[in-house]
């Protein structure tokens, strides 16, 4: 059993910053990012494989996202930089096994969300 918790969340006008945190107990294998906006359905942001130690971002994040990792903390961030009021949505924190991907259907465990909101 994997336990996800989140935090990092709150409100920030455009083109500022914010860096999400997700601690994990147990082992991962997968753990990604995704968001979810009201009345849209839940979709990748960031993805990270330990396994072969690769990221893998959304289009619409490119650039401005960055997945990172502390294997000592066992803990994922993401930092977010040039905000815009597009990235609004609850935020997710996902682990999985090693063949998880983008689609958040290929995920076990998540944790319960943190919001984020900006501002225009």
């Known amino acids: 059993q994997v336990q996800l918790v989140e935090s990092g969340g709150g409100l920030v006008q455009a083109g500022g910053s914010l860096r999400l945190s997700c601690a994990a107990s147990?082992?991962?294998?997968?753990m990604g990012w995704f968001r979810q906006a009201p009345g849209k359905e839940r979709e990748f942001v960031a993805r990270?494989?330990?396994?072969?130690?690769?990221?893998f971002y959304a289009d619409s994040v490119e650039g401005r996202f960055t997945i990172s990792r502390d294997n000592a903390k066992n803990t994922m961030y993401l930092q977010m930089n040039s905000l815009k009021p597009e990235d609004t949505a609850v935020y997710y924190c996902?682990?999985?096994?090693?063949?998880?991907?983008?689609?958040?259907?290929?995920?076990?465990?998540w944790g319960r969300g943190t919001q984020v909101t900006v501002s225009s």
């Open positions: 147990g082992r991962t294998y997968a």
């Open positions: 990270f494989s330990w396994s072969i130690g690769s990221t």
């Open positions: 996902a682990a999985g096994s090693i063949g998880a991907g983008s689609d958040p259907r290929t995920y076990v465990y």
